[in-house]
């Protein structure tokens, strides 16, 4: 960029698309449950659809593992328990990707997961109990966990104990769904045999839940476990081993299903960003135009397809043909955001028959109170084709000369000397337009300085605009037009840079051909 970048903003992981480790269950908030599953991957942005595989959860009603192949279906009757691998860890999460426009498809993954389930395997597990019997507590004392230490157990006997005591270290709620629930008389509550495991469930979404019922009433346990609850127990079959297996099962099991749920709603997330995004980048009004129009769109923040940088073309009534693109500086949410305002903006004004200094000295106008920091500008190039095509007017504010090649003469960029400063750094500024002539067949290329100021190689040289010149001079020779043009010349910046490049990227190739 020409002028001197100032200070960024720094963005919160929430904002650029960090994801977020799925914690312990009994951890979370619900509002940190939301963040950042979206899809991890750079977009390229030219004409593509969303696909979103479909992954089925079994979701065990009646009891069953939710994993088959990691066991089977638990018997109450006879105290027979299915349990989790040996790991302590249920396998199986489908973390089907989510395909977005010319990306291939990658998938969606928790960050720091398998960290999160080594620390859950070295923190004691730690049971609330709530049953209004003081003999069914010895049998609690003791229990071992996966690495053979005491489960912490705490004990209430009624739902009101329970709410003091229902801290986030607790990972397991065993509850006799005898209780009564407060402030509901027997009447009441008789209407709903499950009314305390249903206040319980909304006390504690987050936590996993065992239901304690009285032997020979497998009918109520299982409408328990299709309430919410992960599994139930009959009171009177309990021993330690019995329980201390159930109670790390009903814990993994709610911690898988809790993945499975991120991971569902960070795919449904990233489908509808990528098509508010993908809905937001221009779609060129050239009809009745003989101009051809290429564009290559490359944010430079991950998990987007939209970054700072903005480009548009439309042709007005009388024949012209405007083309634009700018550069608001960083690459973030907001960046973006002010992009498609200034892009809007800009046809708009076009459409209502503005160009030139007029037209610049209005977008300035409208960053100036779209924006939320006073150090934040944009850089733009503006260039109105005449209707004959052979000669246009060109506008800097702070921009890289656009490139022009013609087949009498060697690729080479436009004159620059009047150029403006960016948009938003000088209040009253103006930006003269520049008359230039291009000829009866050339191809007009304007690009934003994600495309030069890419590094070549392991050393600190950019690529810059010579280079830039060059390597287009050099795939016009090899034949190269059009959109493979575009692709290529993005596709080789990247190459020399040894890897992704850090800023947005935009280029847009306008053709005339007699």
């Not at 076009?350 to 934040?376: F, K, M, P, S, W």
């Not at 850089?379 to 005449?386: E, G, K, P, Q, R």
Request: charged share 25%.
């Amino acid at each position: 960029m020409p002028v001197p970048v100032p200070r960024q903003r720094a963005i919160p992981a929430v904002e650029s698309g960090q994801a977020q480790a799925v914690p312990a269950v009994g951890g979370p908030s619900e509002e940190e449950a939301g963040r950042g599953e979206e899809q991890a991957c750079r977009h390229e942005t030219t004409v593509a659809n969303d696909t979103v595989p479909s992954g089925a959860h079994h979701d065990a009603r009646d009891g069953a593992h939710p994993h088959p192949q990691a066991g089977a279906h638990r018997n109450t009757r006879d105290g027979a328990l299915n349990v989790a691998p040996a790991d302590g860890v249920h396998h199986g999460v489908n973390t089907a990707g989510v395909s977005a426009p010319g990306v291939a498809v990658t998938g969606v993954t928790a960050p720091g997961a398998a960290a999160t389930a080594a620390g859950a395997a070295h923190t004691p597990l730690t049971l609330l109990l709530i049953e209004d019997d003081p003999t069914a507590a010895p049998i609690f004392r003791d229990l071992p966990d996966s690495d053979g230490r005491p489960i912490r157990v705490r004990t209430a006997r009624n739902l009101t104990e329970a709410e003091r005591l229902l801290t986030d270290d607790v990972h397991c709620i065993l509850l006799d769904i005898a209780l009564p629930v407060p402030g509901r008389t027997a009447a009441a509550a008789g209407d709903d045999e499950l009314a305390v495991l249903r206040h319980v469930l909304r006390l504690a979404p987050r936590h996993a839940v065992l239901a304690l019922t009285a032997s020979g009433d497998a009918e109520r346990g299982a409408e328990a476990v299709r309430v919410g609850a992960q599994d139930y127990l009959f009171k009177d079959e309990l021993d330690g081993r019995l329980l201390s297996r159930a109670i790390r099962y009903a814990v993994e099991r709610k911690r898988s299903d809790t993945a499975e749920r991120r991971l569902a709603e960070g795919k449904l997330r990233a489908q509808e960003n990528a098509r508010l995004e993908r809905g937001l980048l221009p779609t060129p009004l050239l009809e009745g135009s003989p101009l051809r129009f290429a564009a290559r769109y490359r944010p430079g923040r991950s998990r987007a397809l939209l970054g700072g940088d903005f480009y548009d073309t439309v042709r007005t009534p009388d024949g012209t043909v405007h083309a634009m693109i700018g550069d608001v500086c960083g690459h973030g949410p907001d960046e973006a955001a002010l992009g498609v305002e200034l892009r809007i903006a800009w046809r708009a004004l076009t459409l209502a028959g503005l160009c030139g200094d007029q037209l610049l000295n209005t977008l300035q106008q409208v960053l100036e109170h779209e924006r939320d920091d006073d150090e934040i500008f944009a850089t733009l190039c503006t260039v109105d084709i005449a209707p004959d095509g052979r000669r246009a007017g060109l506008c800097l504010a702070g921009h890289p000369a656009p490139l022009i090649a013609r087949p009498d003469r060697p690729a080479r960029l436009l004159p620059y000397d009047n150029n403006g400063p960016a948009l938003g750094l000088l209040p009253g500024a103006r930006w003269p337009r520049m008359q230039v002539e291009l000829g009866a067949e050339w191809s007009l290329m304007l690009y934003t300085d994600g495309l030069i100021e890419g590094r070549i190689g392991d050393g600190r040289e950019r690529l810059g605009q010579d280079g830039m010149v060059e390597m287009i001079r050099r795939q016009l020779a090899e034949g190269l037009s059009g959109e493979a043009l575009l692709r290529a010349a993005v596709s080789e910046v990247r190459e020399l840079n040894g890897g992704e490049l850090t800023d947005d990227v935009a280029v847009v190739l306008l053709d005339r051909v007699p």
